[in-house]
């Protein structure tokens, strides 16, 4: 067990550890333990993005959205990236905060590295909010990227899949 008196750069060892240990259970997809750690980490002074990130994460896969998208916002306001944006996006998503989702999904466009997904994604938003014309737009911007991409790359199941959906659309 690690002493719960220490400070100074003894504190920072001792919050890293708990941040080191919760990626392990988090790479275990043991998200609740996780948890437990990352949320240790931050009472013992962390302060990161990626930190809040991983908590969103965890609290998503833990079916606790809300949570989720508290941990994510938090992260954004350390840092934007594109993928805490998408994440956060998906789930103003699962609680039909379309209109949230679409915001959050264009931020993530805007952002570097630029997920073919964030296309699809928030053209389904689009179309939860009966905005078929801008849904049909990203869905064919989808397409196109995703062929793109196999193109570029070769054929990818993962891909494959995001193609099939796509032309039904």
């Keep these: 067990e690690i002493m719960p008196s220490l400070v100074g750069s003894e504190m920072c060892i001792r919050d890293r550890a708990y941040w080191e240990r919760g990626k392990l259970y988090y790479f275990a997809n043991d998200y609740a333990q996780a948890l437990e ?24 896969r833990l079916g606790e ?13 350390l840092k934007e990236t594109s993928e805490v ?60 990227l995703f062929r793109s991409y196999e193109e570029q790359y070769g054929q990818d199941e993962k891909a494959d899949h995001e193609i099939a959906f796509l032309v039904t659309r």
């Design 85 to 144: 944006y998408r994440n956060r996006g998906l789930c103003f998503t699962t609680v039909k905060l379309y209109d949230k989702a679409v915001l959050d999904f264009t931020r993530a466009i805007k952002l570097p590295p630029g997920d073919k997904r964030l296309y699809r994604e928030r053209g389904s938003a689009y179309q939860a909010l009966e905005e078929y014309k801008k849904a049909q737009a990203d869905y064919e911007k989808a397409l196109e």
């Design 65 to 77: 959205t809300e949570l989720a998208i508290r941990e994510y916002s938090r992260s954004l306001e």
């Design 37 to 60: 750690d990352f949320t240790k980490a931050k009472e013992l002074g962390m302060e990161d993005s990626k930190l809040y990130w991983y908590k969103g994460f965890c609290y998503r």
